[in-house]
């Protein structure tokens, strides 16, 4: 059964610390929701486990294996990442930004094999982007745009796939076409799923679990009924809130309290 | 290691799967149509720049006189005595260094732009110019003597100069190991604009000076057979390699650097690599050539239009356009109003500026 | 089919292995050829005294090079004196230019291309225009110079091949063509003598004998050089008596008209003006080439402003008078503003003693009619 742990990672920019004692284990196949106020360090814990951001204390493993002293390479084979802003170049078509994910499993010397073809052909059918794969990225749109991205995060074949923010910027369709994707994608090719979202009732619909981040340490992790309760989102977010029962499934809504 | 679970397909549309799949790869048929045009577009510029000149040989005379270099063959026609030093001793070196200079000065545009993101990016970019005019000028100057090889002081003082400035800027944007590009920049831009002040100044003090160094920044061929030929080829091969193996690495750093280093590049190598092979060559051709320029801007925005942004193919299909477009603005430099010659600078600039216009009125296209 | 970037590497590294074993190859050696050997020097001791200058001069004349004992340098003959030189119309000749470089010819040239105005001029005032066979684009004077066929002008780079197509036995370039012009016309196998960057009268004398030589003209130059002299001694001696040196000012260039370019000390306009009795009003500047602002003009008050600039810059004395701040000065106060032919001054040669003429007339009119 792989697994990511991070245990105790601490990481900051230059003298500021964001993160401090961050603890957190994610299963394969299991989508985990990293919820919390602004600058509480969730995109800052995407780029430590990416490895763009060295940390400064703590390790990750994955499998047991020591992912922050991994050459760049290699942890581009275990890890991916769909960021928040995405800014594609214009004029490469879909299929070349799709190859490129192929980037870490490719010599100095290599072009792009068939099966290298062939594993992005099967990422672009899985976010079913496959009949754009002529089209130049310039001209999709937003969610298209993102799908895009997805399937080139999975054709890097990774074990952890990192997402930060997929909702933003998308229309109600799109929000939840991602976020089905997504879960639909950990469950088929097991994968070990840490996405950030702003949306609490989205985290508590399509995640199998929640971790609450304030202040670059995680105040809550568990189950969406456990951790969100009406008191404690209240304190982290500064805001009074209250939880309700989704009429139509077992899991919590968040509303504010709107006074 | 990830199981890579692709979906199961029965064997009958794997075929198709297959073929769809390798769809991604670019074309080879319209890659190769687009090569084989610039090539066949270099040859014609060869032919015509070694047929036509400010002295008319006939291109009977030309084969004629190349087969009996190579094989011996005595010609049945005598051909003035004259004729042979112009063709092997004048125009074929010229011919070959304009196509060198043209292959490096593209190259190493299309290298700048990738690398800086920006489509106004050109080979003198971080300080080239600017450091290869003061080395010149202060060799003319003060008239340094001719050293060993029987070179002249001024392409090696050029050279020199390129690489300190260059040097100069990278080490003043690095920070950590890093080499932010938008620092890069402007290093190059600060030091670049204090070498090209000094360099007026020195210009100034000398009438004579002057003169020399205005005609060298020119630029344009300026003689001494196969030599400078002979030695900016190891320059060219080595920058030309190191950027082709460098240029899938490039195409992944279009996406923000970011993403690029998520993906697996070393991305502080690959810049520094890039801007290393890219300086190399544009130095050693600019040691002997001047500065020419919009070469390196002109040659890749094009072939970007016609073939696509990769750059696995831009860079060499640039060199290559890059070739046939210098010898032929230097054909035209030296025919069109003989026996005076115009500088080359002057006529890729004249073909630049309407290419811009067009370029601009293309953007609504993107092709970045 | 190169798709992948090791096939373009193996390309490269394939093209490279090409070019190089070309470059080794014979195939490459033969088509890059060897330069047409220079006309060399066949023999022996020619014992005529070929005319020479002293030998601290740059140009020194010696005799064929195979005999061991030292050259004789014979010194220049006194200009009253006519020489005892043969006029060798044959025999090898051997002279240093002014670049250091040693250059023979084994006859007088009889095919020239001459890469400046002031070494077209010289080859006329020798008698010597018909072997011009090639001429730089400022040759204007004599006016049938016009009709020899022009090699372009050397900006940026000289035309090697117009030059070669002449197929010229001398080409003569000046102290403005750039050494490595010079080399490489050398390495083409062309013989070429560099006349010097003169300095002052001494330098063009220099010239103009080396350049007898080379064509075969001794008699004449000296004869020349003689008048040029006698010349020069009499507007020597008229203004040797004279009271008043009037401050001259010289304008060479006035696109910027309050920092206008001038001849400073040194210059060859400088050494007229002294010579015609004048003070040149640029001597305060610290270059022989320089700018002098209008406040300095102003305070230098000339009495004569000579146009240079009417040559290159078509200047008129209307438009000096029309110029703000300069309403202050004498010679504009006094309609002392004069257009000149700067080419009469520029150009190192024959012609430059009529320049320091039509000078000393502007300056001292009452001595000079």
Known sequence: ?259 | MSEAITNPVPAAARTEVIDRADRLRPSPRRGLGLAAATVAALLVAALLAVVIGSVAIPPGAVLALVLERLTGLRSAVAYPPAYATILFDIRLPRVTLMALTGAALAAAGASYQGLFRNPLADPYLVGVAAGAGLGATLALVFNLPSTFVGLSAVPISAFVGALLTVGLVVLSARVGGSMPISTTLLAGVAIGSFASAFTTFIMLRSPDGLRRSFNWMLGGYAGGGWDPVLIILPYLVVGMAAVQLNARALNVLQLDEEQARQLGINVDRVKLVLVVAATLMTAAVVAFGGLIGFVGLIVPHSLRLLGGPDYRRLIPLSAIGGAAFLILADLVARTVVAPQELPVGVVTAIAGAPFFVFLLRRLKRSVF | MLRQPRHWMMTFALAACLVLAGCASPATVALTGTPVPPATVTAPAATQAAPAATAAAPVTATTAASTSTAAPTATLPPPTATTAATTAASGPITLTDSLGRVVTLAAPAQHVVTLAPSNTEILYALGAGSVLAGRDDFSDYPPEVTQVPSIGNESPHVNAEAIVALHPDLVLAAGITSPDDVAQLAKLGLTVYATSNAANLDDIYKDIQAVGVLVGKMDAASKLVASMQDQVAAVKAKTASVTTHPVVYYELDATDPSKPWTAGPGSFVDQLITLSGGTNAGDIAKDQYAQISLEQLVSQNPDIIVLGSATFGGQTPAMVAARPGWQSIKAVKNNMVFAFDDNLVSRPGPRIIVGLEKLAALIHPELFK
């Open chain 1, 1 to 259: 059964m792989s697994s990511l742990e991070l245990i105790s990672l601490a990481a900051g920019y230059g003298p500021r610390p964001i993160l401090r004692d961050v603890s957190l284990s994610v299963a394969g196949g299991e989508v985990l929701a990293l919820a919390g106020p602004n600058g509480a360090g969730k995109s800052t814990l995407i780029r430590v486990i990416s490895g763009v951001l060295p940390a400064t204390a703590g390790q990750a493993r994955l499998d047991g294996a020591d992912l922050l002293r991994l050459p760049a390479g290699q942890r581009a084979r275990r890890v991916a990442v769909v960021p928040q802003m995405i800014h594609l170049p214009d004029a490469y078509t879909v299929g070349e930004i799709v190859l490129m994910g192929r980037s870490p499993h490719l010599g100095l010397w290599s072009g792009e094999s068939r099966h290298d073809c062939e594993v992005a052909w099967g990422a672009m059918r899985a976010t079913h982007v496959e009949e754009l794969s002529e089209r130049r990225v310039g001209e999709l749109s937003g969610g298209e745009q993102q799908r895009v991205v997805l399937a080139r995060a999975l054709a890097q074949e990774p074990q952890v796939l990192l997402l930060d923010e997929p909702t933003a910027h998308l229309d109600l369709k799109h929000q939840v076409g991602v976020l089905e994707l997504v879960r639909g994608l950990a469950q088929e090719r097991n994968l070990i799923v840490l996405m950030t979202l702003h949306d609490l009732n989205q985290a508590a619909l399509y995640a199998d679990r929640v971790a609450l981040l304030q202040q670059g340490q995680i105040v809550a992790q568990g189950s969406a009924n456990d951790v969100f309760r009406s008191e404690l989102l209240s304190r982290v977010y500064g805001v009074p809130v209250t939880v309700s029962r989704h009429p139509l499934r077992d899991v919590p809504v968040v509303l504010p309290d709107g006074k």
